[in-house]
């Protein structure tokens, strides 16, 4: 290390700090670049722990200068309201998982096991550098978890709770039970086959009875244990669905575990007959792996949209009315309370920007990594990060009504509507399961019939390989892995069925302002009736459209507009109302004006006057009769061209649109639409849908406007695109939570991966149970061999689902 470099973080020390801030460490002298670095090598060095200077392969991060201030924000994690979120209660100790930041190297774990052991209260910690995260176990009379924050910031290092939802802690829950069975299913089924085998293949040489039976009671002491515990998942199950008058694939798995279990006692205390202990410990251990695996496969899938909370910082900074600023917690602000959003840090709740400019990260919502530029009237969700400037926010949902929030809910309401394809495997799987049990009824009839010996072992074989465990599992855990797929790119189902449906969508119809532009209008032409007053009309106009949603809005109060605040000041608007597909009215100093289409605006006995204004799509009337009128254009999004090039070769095209024919044609000249409607009201769009599907089209709908929600609730699939008014993202079927039409042919590549997929587990789960089954039935398959075909089919099924992860 440089003699003028920070012997804690290898910053370069200034020349005026030289000799300003040192330690000593190791025998020697050492400067520090500040005093945050300073305080953390004091601590470290009077805690014993100057070894971690000589274990350590890359320097600390630089410490904050500021660490005293910030140990004191440390204690809003105290709240007991807070904790029980994050905190788990473990006997009379508390335990945390915590999000660690600063490690660069193994040595940080290290030094952060041995500074936190030395603690008094706090009995376990354990560091997982990979992952950065470190199990905290303590005493809550003993110690508070802020200071065991605060003894982590000493040494320089930033720990903070690790947020899992309520579905990541059920997984834990249950994976925690599942290793407990499967690992003493898979350590018992090592055992038993080390004796059965040694026995089958007389490696042991010729032994006496005594010790055969011997070894046959071992075997039995060992396979009990799988039996009873391992094996118990598969008898609740079994339970569950005979309490409800019905079956599953459990029911025939608890007959052949508890069969062949009982068989074995039987021949093992009367010392005569053949016994599987060693199938029924691998048919338990490997029914126990496939579905394990396919656990793992829906925790992986679900991660990606259930782990979204653990974006959201607890806590907030909370402007109060005389201007101070508090820190509380995230959750326990209200709508329109007031926030202070800092550069570099993560927005706490949904709001509207006041006041700030700043680009802001939202990939964790959309899936888009350039950053977004938010300034007043800007829309912010909770758990994107303000990337530079700061800004001041007011409230518009309370963090239980987020939006990270909403996405986990719509994600789970939407596995709850099933695609026929799973309705209809899942019916088969329950009378292939009758059917199964029907077929083992009458094989071991015919076999005692005949009076063979195997007639018991031959019905085991049955119930063991045709059970339709790969069936079941065939659509769900395709549909899980592809909603985490879509997920993770910033598009957001809300119905499973709907990848179903858009695999067979010919047609696809789409709204022009908002979906094929960028919906960032420009007024490029005004023209003013005579004897109007330029600026009051203008000012007119930009009162009226602060109150609208539309897109077209944007273009009187942005850049090239007015100032939105000033005209609200001097024209206070009442009485508004909005026309979907028409315009807006709103009374201004007792007058009413209306604003939008000509169709709408302009009576009918001055809808000739708009004749002076050729190019002109929003007029400005009063009482009918123009008062104004604007040309306000604007322009295709990047993406536009290179989507519907994509989308052109499996479907046909059509834009409806409310903006004028004219300027639909101009927009569309050069894209591959095949039909182009203007000047279309939402009934009329709505009419038009209904004719492409009484025609036997399958129509998808994407649009964004509130005039859009008619005939989005109408098509075969919607879609609301981009930055959707509410109203559209209610009646639409998927949300795109980014800004880029590509994701369109993404979700429907993926729908038609889906279908394969789907199509190829159902074919390999139910072509196999077809063609082991005369094996099964003439008695040419033993049980052991009827227990690795049928897990191995499941194996099979969880992982080409697994694939559509990686595609």
Same mark, same amino acid.
């Given at each position: 290390?440089?003699?003028?470099?920070?012997?804690?973080?290898?910053?370069?020390?200034?020349?005026?700090?030289?000799?300003?801030?040192?330690?000593?460490?190791?025998?020697?002298?050492?400067?520090?670049?500040?005093?945050?670095?300073?305080?953390?090598?004091?601590?470290?060095?009077?805690?014993?722990?100057?070894?971690?200077?000589?274990?350590?392969?890359?320097?600390?991060?630089?410490?904050?200068?500021?660490?005293? +201030?910030?140990?004191?924000?440390?204690?809003?994690?105290?709240?007991?309201?807070? *904790?029980?979120?994050?905190?788990? +209660?473990?006997?009379?100790?508390?335990?945390?998982?915590?999000?660690?930041?600063?490690?660069?190297?193994?040595?940080?774990?290290?030094?952060?096991?041995?500074?936190?052991? =030395?603690?008094?209260?706090?009995?376990?910690?354990?560091?997982?550098?990979?992952?950065?995260?470190?199990?905290?176990?303590?005493?809550?009379?003993?110690?508070?978890?802020?200071?065991?924050?605060?003894?982590?910031?000493?040494?320089?290092?930033?720990?903070?709770?690790?947020?899992?939802?309520?579905?990541?802690?059920?997984?834990?829950?249950?994976?925690?039970?599942?290793?407990?069975?499967?690992?003493?299913?898979?350590?018992?089924?090592?055992?038993?086959?080390?004796?059965?085998?040694?026995?089958?293949?007389?490696?042991?040489?010729?032994?006496?009875?005594?010790?055969? *039976?011997?070894?046959?009671?071992?075997?039995?002491?060992?396979?009990?244990?799988?039996?009873?515990?391992?094996?118990?998942?598969?008898?609740?199950?079994?339970?569950?669905?005979?309490?409800?008058?019905?079956?599953?694939?459990?029911?025939?798995?608890?007959?052949?575990?508890?069969?062949?279990?009982?068989?074995?006692?039987?021949?093992?205390?009367?010392?005569?007959?053949?016994?599987?202990? +060693?199938?029924?410990?691998?048919?338990?251990?490997?029914?126990?792996?496939?579905?394990?695996?396919?656990?793992?496969?829906?925790?992986?899938?679900?991660?990606?949209?259930?782990?979204?909370?653990?974006?959201?910082?607890?806590?907030?900074?909370?402007?109060?009315?005389?201007?101070?600023?508090? +820190?509380?917690?995230? =959750?326990?602000?209200?709508?329109?309370?007031?926030?202070?959003?800092?550069?570099?840090?993560?927005?706490?709740?949904?709001?509207?920007?006041?006041?700030?400019?700043?680009?802001?990260?939202?990939?964790?919502?959309?899936?888009?990594?350039?950053?977004?530029?938010?300034?007043?009237?800007?829309?912010?969700?909770?758990?994107?990060?303000?990337?530079?400037?700061?800004?001041?926010?007011?409230?518009?949902?309370?963090?239980?009504?987020?939006?990270?929030?909403?996405?986990?809910?719509?994600?789970?309401?939407?596995?709850?509507?099933?695609?026929?394809?799973? *309705?209809?495997?899942?019916?088969?799987?329950?009378?292939?399961?009758?059917?199964?049990?029907?077929?083992?009824?009458?094989?071991?009839?015919?076999?005692?019939?005949?009076?063979?010996?195997?007639?018991?072992?031959?019905?085991?074989?049955?119930?063991?390989?045709?059970?339709?465990?790969?069936?079941?599992?065939?659509?769900?855990?395709?549909?899980?892995?592809?909603?985490?797929?879509?997920?993770?790119?910033?598009?957001?189902?809300?119905?499973?069925?709907?990848?179903?449906?858009?695999?067979?969508?010919?047609?696809?119809?789409?709204?022009?302002?908002?979906?094929?532009?960028?919906?960032?209008?420009?007024?490029?032409?005004?023209?003013?009736?005579?004897?109007?007053?330029?600026?009051?009309?203008?000012?007119?106009?930009?009162?009226?459209?602060?109150?609208?949603?539309?897109?077209?809005?944007?273009?009187?109060?942005?850049?090239?507009?007015?100032?939105?605040?000033? =005209?609200?000041?001097?024209?206070?608007?009442?009485?508004?109302?909005?026309?979907?597909?028409?315009?807006?009215?709103?009374?201004?100093?007792?007058?009413?004006?209306?604003?939008?289409?000509?169709?709408?605006?302009?009576?009918?006995?001055?809808?000739?006057?708009?004749? *002076?204004?050729?190019?002109?799509?929003?007029?400005?009337?009063?009482?009918?009769?123009?008062?104004?009128?604007?040309?306000?254009?604007?322009?295709?999004?990047?993406?536009?061209?290179?989507?519907?090039?994509?989308?052109?070769?499996?479907?046909?095209?059509?834009?409806?649109?409310?903006?004028?024919?004219?300027?639909?044609?101009?927009?569309?000249?050069?894209?591959?639409?095949?039909?182009?409607?203007?000047?279309?009201?939402?009934?009329?769009?709505?009419?038009?849908?209904?004719?492409?599907?009484?025609?036997?089209?399958?129509?998808?709908?994407?649009?964004?406007?509130?005039?859009?929600?008619?005939?989005?609730?109408?098509?075969?699939?919607?879609?609301?695109?981009?930055?959707?008014?509410?109203?559209?993202?209610?009646?639409?079927?998927?949300?795109?939570?980014?800004?880029?039409?590509?994701?369109?042919?993404?979700?429907?590549?993926?729908?038609?991966?889906?279908?394969?997929?789907?199509?190829?587990?159902?074919?390999?789960?139910?072509?196999?149970?077809?063609?082991?089954?005369?094996?099964?039935?003439?008695?040419?398959?033993?049980?052991?061999?009827?227990?690795?075909?049928?897990?191995?089919?499941?194996?099979?099924?969880?992982?080409?689902?697994?694939?559509?992860?990686?595609?």
């Amino acid at each position: 290390m440089a003699m003028h470099d920070c012997y804690h973080c290898g910053l370069p020390v200034a020349s005026s700090d030289e000799g300003k801030f040192t330690t000593v460490i190791l025998g020697q002298q050492r400067d520090m670049c500040c005093p945050g670095c300073q305080a953390v090598a004091e601590a470290i060095v009077s805690n014993g722990l100057e070894d971690y200077y000589q274990f350590r392969t890359e320097p600390a991060q630089k410490s904050d200068d500021s660490i005293l +201030e910030t140990l004191d924000k440390l204690k809003v994690y105290d709240d007991p309201s807070l *904790q029980e979120e994050f905190v788990f +209660e473990e006997g009379q100790h508390k335990q945390i998982q915590l999000t660690l930041e600063g490690i660069t190297c193994a040595a940080c774990g290290w030094l952060i096991e041995k500074q936190l052991s =030395k603690v008094d209260g706090i009995k376990q910690v354990a560091v997982n550098v990979q992952e950065r995260r470190a199990l905290v176990t303590w005493l809550p009379h003993d110690i508070k978890l802020s200071q065991i924050l605060s003894t982590l910031k000493r040494i320089g290092y930033v720990g903070s709770p690790f947020h899992p939802d309520e579905h990541e802690a059920s997984y834990k829950r249950e994976q925690k039970t599942f290793l407990k069975k499967l690992g003493l299913a898979g350590i018992m089924t090592m055992q038993v086959m080390m004796l059965m085998t040694g026995l089958y293949f007389d490696w042991f040489g010729a032994i006496e009875l005594e010790t055969r *039976q011997y070894f046959y009671w071992v075997a039995l002491t060992l396979t009990t244990p799988v039996v009873l515990y391992s094996g118990s998942i598969f008898y609740v199950g079994a339970a569950k669905a005979l309490s409800a008058r019905t079956v599953n694939m459990d029911v025939p798995v608890t007959l052949a575990i508890f069969g062949t279990f009982f068989a074995g006692i039987r021949s093992t205390v009367l010392e005569q007959g053949e016994v599987y202990f +060693e199938s029924i410990c691998m048919f338990i251990f490997l029914l126990l792996l496939s579905r394990f695996l396919e656990h793992r496969s829906r925790h992986r899938a679900a991660q990606i949209s259930a782990n979204m909370m653990q974006y959201v910082p607890v806590s907030a900074t909370k402007l109060l009315q005389d201007g101070s600023m508090t +820190e509380c917690l995230a =959750k326990q602000l209200k709508v329109d309370d007031v926030v202070l959003v800092k550069p570099g840090e993560t927005i706490p709740i949904d709001g509207i920007v006041i006041e700030g400019n700043a680009a802001v990260d939202e990939s964790m919502l959309t899936g888009e990594f350039n950053p977004v530029r938010k300034s007043n009237n800007s829309t912010v969700y909770g758990g994107t990060v303000c990337q530079d400037g700061s800004l001041t926010i007011t409230v518009t949902q309370t963090l239980k009504n987020a939006l990270v929030n909403q996405i986990v809910r719509l994600q789970a309401s939407a596995m709850a509507s099933k695609p026929k394809a799973a *309705q209809i495997a899942d019916n088969f799987s329950r009378y292939f399961v009758t059917a199964v049990l029907l077929i083992s009824a009458l094989t071991y009839s015919f076999w005692a019939y005949q009076g063979s010996d195997e007639a018991f072992w031959i019905t085991i074989s049955v119930l063991v390989a045709t059970c339709p465990c790969a069936l079941g599992l065939a659509t769900p855990s395709a549909l899980t892995c592809a909603m985490a797929k879509l997920n993770r790119q910033g598009i957001l189902l809300k119905r499973a069925d709907a990848l179903e449906q858009i695999t067979d969508i010919d047609t696809i119809a789409l709204d022009k302002t908002g979906t094929l532009t960028q919906g960032k209008f420009t007024i490029t032409n005004a023209w003013y009736a005579d004897g109007v007053d330029s600026d009051k009309a203008l000012s007119i106009a930009c009162a009226l459209e602060s109150r609208s949603e539309h897109p077209i809005a944007k273009a009187f109060n942005g850049d090239n507009g007015c100032d939105q605040r000033a =005209k609200n000041e001097l024209h206070k608007v009442t009485n508004f109302s909005v026309t979907p597909g028409g315009g807006i009215s709103g009374e201004i100093n007792d007058t009413m004006f209306s604003m939008g289409s000509a169709a709408f605006s302009v009576s009918d006995i001055y809808i000739t006057s708009i004749e *002076q204004y050729p190019t002109a799509n929003v007029f400005l009337t009063v009482e009918g009769r123009i008062m104004a009128a604007f040309e306000v254009r604007d322009s295709l999004r990047v993406d536009t061209k290179e989507t519907l090039n994509l989308l052109k070769t499996n479907h046909e095209l059509a834009v409806l649109s409310g903006d004028t024919q004219q300027n639909v044609d101009v927009l569309t000249k050069t894209l591959p639409i095949s039909t182009a409607i203007g000047g279309l009201t939402p009934e009329q769009k709505y009419q038009a849908v209904k004719t492409l599907q009484q025609t036997g089209a399958k129509v998808m709908m994407m649009g964004d406007g509130i005039n859009d929600a008619p005939v989005l609730a109408s098509a075969d699939v919607a879609i609301a695109v981009g930055n959707a008014t509410d109203v559209a993202k209610t009646a639409a079927d998927v949300i795109l939570l980014g800004d880029q039409l590509l994701s369109v042919p993404e979700l429907i590549q993926t729908a038609h991966q889906v279908k394969q997929k789907i199509r190829q587990n159902i074919g390999w789960s139910v072509g196999y149970n077809v063609l082991i089954l005369p094996f099964a039935v003439s008695g040419l398959l033993s049980p052991w061999m009827a227990v690795v075909g049928m897990s191995l089919s499941s194996i099979i099924v969880v992982t080409n689902s697994t694939r559509l992860l990686s595609k």
